[in-house]
């Protein structure tokens, strides 16, 4: 139950995060390639560099043939077991609908509070992996800003978040 969050206080709905679950969420993000740029750049590239393999490769080889996607699973699998993994907030907070007069995010950790306003609060990001294994010590999520400012000292020992 130690790995189970819950977003309360000025929600309509109360929302329980399970950060395990994460890692086959499609909306998850690299954090080794992350906080190297621009975003939206990045994605550019990506799909850029992307649909030119694709291209380059139907040149060679014609059609794609199941073992070359067995190649790419397998190449996917790797990722996953040895990357650094974190998903963004805003979801979750638009799922739970805070109410009108909520005007502060609440991170509860062990030790203190922390306190941000509700509308930066949709640009964080919860670290849920570290290369490759669940935050097991200091976790279950590490909060980051989106602007990579607390990267090497993220918000850690979470244990709430309550909308206030």
């Known amino acids: 139950m130690g790995q189970i969050l819950e977003i309360k206080g000025k929600v309509k709905y109360k929302i329980t995060l399970d950060p395990s679950v994460w890692i086959f969420d499609d909306r998850r993000i690299d954090l080794d390639t992350f906080f190297e740029g621009n975003e939206d ?21 014609g059609s794609v043939s199941p073992p070359t996607l067995k190649t790419e699973k397998r190449y996917e699998k790797e990722k ?42 949709k640009d964080l990001i919860f670290q849920f992996s570290q290369k490759g294994k669940p935050l097991t010590e200091n976790g279950p999520i590490y909060v980051l800003y989106k602007d990579g400012s607390n990267r090497h000292d993220p918000i850690t020992d979470v244990v709430a978040l309550i909308i206030n």
């Open 80 to 121: 996953l077991l040895t990357g650094t993994f974190g998903i963004i907030f805003e979801p979750f907070l638009n799922n739970a609908e805070p109410l009108p007069d909520a005007t502060s995010l609440i991170i509860e950790t062990k030790s203190n509070e922390v306190v941000i306003p509700i509308d930066e609060a």
């Open 41 to 61: 750049q990045k994605q550019e590239i990506a799909y850029e560099e992307k649909m030119s393999h694709y291209w380059h490769r139907e040149i060679r080889e």
